[in-house]
């Protein structure tokens, strides 16, 4: 009796397809990156990753693409993994310890729907075999089950590896409960760790590269000492060629070239491509000219960037420029209620041209960096403040801080027009 409900239990599993929906783009608009995937996959459920898996990465190089359309597909079909997959920030008005609850949740209901069906039609009311138990007469537990039994219950009716993956993990430390929850789901990971087969692992990923490092380096974040891998950026020769038939058969830029491009794009596949298709929309130009509009349409594409950049800064109020900049040049270091943050903050506004003399106290400097938070140029989650971007900050230090310009009133504005 005990093979033959395995057996029909086997077959209600392998029918429970893999949830594709996470895949938001066509294969063909994406270069894919197939032994990366495999190799991140076998490192994701090794014992060496028992403790979970912290992807980080410069920001808009790929992270997500490559999570979403090559990683999953991977961890399904090579390590046949049930993927629970969510992005922090697309359920960003929701909380995100809540949204990872509930997605657990969701993914044990859908499974236990999935057996019982095939339980009535077979008219059992109850099953119990090792490591599964469904009752059919019982109705919900008053009491939710913890995140823990959840995963357990979830990987033994699937009989898979729950593989959770969090994009935008940095989220989980804007609430209580978000921090709670990574918690929650470190204790699960201890509890189901050391079993026969793994039942559980956890891949969190994010934007913000200081954010993502931040919960496996500070002790007092669950997931400590959790290992942390650098996503590699794309840029290899077999990428750029991909990129280059995009565009074209007159589109012919040698790959040093395009490698110089790409760099200059700070491996950032979007803005690499705005160039690309600019420089292909030119007129037929001859081999080293088509190179050189090439690296011309890429630094124009980081001179505007940086402009924009540099706009916005100068028009923040003094100390809140000096905070920015002290932050760029300090990055992990960064102390602003220091006496030598005091001193550097305050020799910043003195060189200031026509700033006034600054209050630099701590009170001053924690006003100064919740404007800055609002501005979204700082980021503070549970911890210190880092840069919204931080691979920008080689451009705030190179940054001439000034006194922002006088913004004049509507009325004023319109009196100097009839003027
Ligand atoms: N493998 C790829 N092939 C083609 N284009 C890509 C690829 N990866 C990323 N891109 C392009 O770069 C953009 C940014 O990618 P993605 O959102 O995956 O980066 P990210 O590192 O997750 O960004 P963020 O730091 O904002 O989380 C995509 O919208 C896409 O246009
Ligand atoms: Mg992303």
């Known amino acids: 009796m005990l093979q033959v409900v395995r057996k029909i239990l086997d077959r209600i599993r392998s029918s429970s397809e893999p949830d594709r929906r996470m895949r938001s783009r066509e294969p063909s608009e994406i270069f894919h990156r197939p032994h990366l995937a495999s190799r991140m996959a076998a490192d994701l459920l090794s014992r060496s990753h028992a403790s979970g898996m912290f992807l980080t990465g410069p920001r808009r190089t790929g992270k997500s693409t490559f999570v979403k359309n090559d990683l999953c597909p991977t961890l399904e079909r090579e390590h046949q993994a049930l993927i629970l997959?969510?992005?922090?920030?697309?359920?960003?008005?929701?909380?995100?310890?809540?949204?990872?609850?509930?997605?657990?949740?969701?993914?044990?209901?859908?499974?236990?729907?999935?057996?019982?069906?095939?339980?009535?039609r077979l008219s059992l009311s109850r099953l119990r075999i090792p490591g599964l138990e469904l009752d059919l007469t019982k109705t919900d537990e008053e009491r939710p089950p913890s995140l823990k039994q959840s995963l357990e219950r979830l990987s033994d009716l699937s009989r898979r590896t729950v593989v959770l993956i969090i994009d935008e993990a940095q989220q989980t430390q804007t609430t209580a409960y978000g921090r709670h929850v990574l918690y929650m789901l470190k204790s699960a990971r201890d509890q189901l760790n050391g079993r026969d087969r793994i039942l559980f692992r956890l891949l969190a990923t994010g934007s913000h590269k200081e954010k993502i490092e931040r919960l496996v380096s500070d002790k007092h974040q669950a997931f400590y000492c959790a290992p942390l891998e650098v996503m590699p950026t794309l840029g290899g020769e077999d990428f750029l060629a991909w990129e280059r038939t995009s565009h074209g058969p007159a589109f012919r830029p040698g790959l040093a070239a395009m490698a110089e491009a790409f760099d200059l794009c700070l491996r950032r596949p979007e803005v690499f491509r705005v160039c690309c298709r600019e420089t292909a929309a030119m007129a037929p130009l001859p081999g080293p000219a088509q190179e050189r509009a090439l690296l011309h349409a890429a630094q124009a594409a980081i001179e505007a960037e940086k402009h924009k950049l540099e706009v916005r800064v100068l028009l923040l109020d003094p100390l809140d420029q000096a905070v920015l900049r002290l932050m760029a040049e300090d990055g992990a270091r960064f102390s602003p209620f220091f006496p030598p943050a005091e001193r550097r903050l305050s020799a910043m506004l003195a060189?200031?041209?026509?700033?006034?003399?600054?209050?630099?106290?701590?009170?001053?400097?924690?006003?100064?960096?919740?404007?800055?938070?609002?501005?979204?140029?700082?980021?503070?989650?549970?911890?210190?403040?880092?840069?919204?971007?931080?691979?920008?900050?080689?451009?705030?230090?190179?940054?001439?801080?000034?006194?922002?310009?006088?913004?004049?009133?509507?009325?004023?504005?319109?009196?100097?027009?009839?003027?």
Request: charged share 25%; proline share 7%; net charge negative.
């Open 351 to 419: 060189a200031m041209p026509a700033a006034p003399v600054r209050d630099v106290s701590a009170t001053a400097v924690r006003a100064s960096l919740a404007r800055l938070c609002d501005a979204r140029l700082v980021w503070c989650g549970d911890g210190p403040h880092v840069l919204e971007e931080s691979q920008f900050a080689d451009w705030l230090v190179d940054l001439e801080l000034a006194m922002p310009p006088v913004v004049q009133s509507p009325a004023i504005q319109a009196f100097a027009a009839l003027r």
């Open 85 to 120: 997959y969510v992005d922090l920030w697309e359920r960003g008005d929701e909380d995100p310890g809540a949204v990872i609850v509930g997605l657990v949740r969701e993914a044990v209901k859908t499974q236990e729907r999935l057996v019982a069906k095939t339980m009535r």
